[in-house]
């Protein structure tokens, strides 16, 4: 009796360890694939970079990220991406009267001068930068590759953007939003304030428009920062589709829409300079629009009409009939 007291217990402990990991295989849910490693930037905010608003003002920035690393560039150059401009997210934008930041880089400027010009110079966007050639700042991050040279990343979507936009950004918001302190750092000093957001969409490659709704909807504050894309093609396919629903959400909670630089109670950035002729004539003359000779030229039929004979009625040139 006395030894039955004594061994019971120990074999019943010793039953329990032996089925324990049975059954405890038998609740878990079967393994999901582990999320892409990534850094996230540690406590920055309140030193110089930027999360949000004021949380009492019913206003949201909605932010598009437009990015472009080599890797993209070569399938929209085989054929194999068809656009990398999602075109339906700036007309839902423009036909609603939203305002929105989108957050350019250098190479995605390189391959849509004429669109980043329009954005530039439509009053409802205003422009920031995204990096160069959206390489990682800090990795791992999304399975960027690392920039190589984080000041040239910077400095050169600053010349392509001003170049083709005619705006000079002074926010950045860094690839994959991996950065660190002496990244900010970097930026402060390169005349850039650096701006992550509260609401991450994760719209990248997600195939279902009302998880993303739904995601940004439960998630949004007043004064929040909402990532997105506007590069949209097999990357972020459901930004459009999701935006509806998110203006439409929004606005039935009372809360309207800003420029990052208004949620965060800043300074307009200035609109750019209506464009120089010479920039609305480029596109012209890249598709071969221009007339086939020199301006003088051109004229010249005319001005020899006007002087030599009387006015005529008709609008041929001289010495053809006129219909
Ligand atoms: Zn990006």
Same mark, same amino acid.
Not at 18 to 32: D, F, H, I, M, N
Not at 163 to 188: I, K, Q
Not at 203 to 230: E, Y
Not at 243 to 254: D, F, K, S, V
């Given at each position: 009796?006395?030894?039955?007291?004594? !061994?019971?217990?120990?074999?019943?402990?010793?039953?329990?360890?032996?089925?324990?990991?049975?059954?405890?295989?038998?609740?878990?849910?079967?393994?999901?694939?582990?999320?892409?490693?990534?850094?996230?930037?540690?406590?920055?905010?309140?030193?110089?970079?930027?999360?949000?608003?004021?949380?009492?003002?019913?206003?949201?920035?909605?932010?598009?990220?437009?990015?472009?690393?080599?890797?993209?560039?070569? &399938?929209?150059?085989?054929? &194999? %991406?068809?656009? !990398?401009?999602?075109?339906?997210?700036?007309?839902?934008?423009?036909?609603?009267?939203?305002? +929105?930041?989108?957050?350019?880089?250098?190479? !995605?400027?390189?391959?849509?001068?004429?669109?980043?010009?329009?954005?530039?110079?439509?009053?409802?966007?205003?422009?920031?930068?995204?990096?160069?050639?959206?390489?990682?700042?800090?990795?791992?991050?999304?399975?960027?590759?690392?920039?190589?040279?984080?000041?040239?990343?910077?400095?050169?979507?600053?010349?392509?953007?001003?170049?083709? +936009?005619?705006?000079?950004?002074?926010?950045?918001?860094?690839?994959?939003?991996?950065?660190?302190?002496?990244?900010?750092?970097?930026?402060?000093?390169?005349?850039?304030? %650096?701006?992550?957001?509260?609401?991450?969409?994760?719209?990248?490659?997600?195939?279902?428009?009302?998880?993303?709704?739904?995601?940004? @909807?439960?998630?949004?504050?007043?004064?929040?920062?909402?990532?997105?894309?506007?590069?949209?093609?097999?990357?972020?396919?459901?930004?459009?589709?999701?935006?509806?629903?998110?203006?439409?959400?929004?606005?039935?909670?009372?809360?309207?829409?800003?420029?990052?630089?208004?949620?965060?109670?800043?300074?307009?950035?200035?609109?750019? +300079?209506?464009?120089?002729?010479? &920039?609305? @004539?480029?596109?012209?003359?890249?598709?071969?629009?221009? !007339?086939?000779?020199?301006?003088?030229?051109?004229?010249?039929?005319?001005?020899?009409?006007?002087?030599?004979?009387?006015?005529?009625?008709?609008?041929?040139?001289?010495?053809?009939?006129? &219909?």
């Amino acid at each position: 009796m006395r030894l039955a007291r004594t !061994w019971l217990p120990a074999c019943m402990a010793l039953v329990a360890a032996l089925l324990l990991p049975v059954s405890a295989q038998a609740v878990t849910p079967a393994r999901q694939p582990a999320p892409l490693a990534t850094v996230d930037h540690p406590p920055v905010d309140g030193v110089n970079s930027f999360d949000n608003g004021s949380r009492d003002v019913p206003r949201v920035a909605l932010t598009f990220d437009a990015d472009m690393t080599q890797g993209m560039l070569a &399938q929209l150059r085989s054929g &194999q %991406v068809r656009s !990398w401009y999602n075109r339906e997210v700036r007309d839902i934008l423009d036909a609603e009267g939203v305002r +929105a930041t989108m957050f350019l880089t250098g190479l !995605w400027v390189q391959a849509y001068p004429d669109v980043a010009r329009s954005l530039a110079h439509d009053p409802l966007f205003e422009i920031g930068s995204h990096t160069y050639d959206h390489a990682a700042f800090r990795t791992p991050c999304y399975s960027l590759p690392a920039a190589a040279d984080r000041t040239g990343e910077i400095v050169r979507a600053q010349e392509q953007i001003e170049a083709a +936009a005619g705006v000079r950004p002074t926010l950045l918001r860094f690839p994959g939003d991996c950065y660190d302190r002496s990244d900010v750092a970097l930026a402060r000093q390169l005349g850039l304030s %650096v701006i992550s957001g509260d609401v991450r969409s994760g719209d990248a490659f997600n195939t279902s428009a009302a998880s993303v709704t739904a995601v940004v @909807l439960r998630n949004l504050k007043p004064g929040s920062i909402v990532l997105m894309h506007l590069h949209g093609g097999p990357n972020a396919p459901m930004t459009a589709p999701a935006l509806r629903g998110i203006i439409q959400g929004a606005r039935a909670r009372g809360l309207g829409f800003g420029t990052v630089s208004q949620v965060l109670g800043w300074p307009d950035q200035p609109l750019a +300079a209506p464009p120089t002729a010479r &920039q609305l @004539l480029e596109p012209l003359r890249a598709l071969k629009l221009e !007339w086939p000779g020199r301006a003088d030229q051109v004229l010249a039929p005319y001005r020899l009409r006007r002087l030599r004979g009387p006015r005529s009625p008709g609008r041929g040139l001289p010495g053809q009939p006129v &219909q």
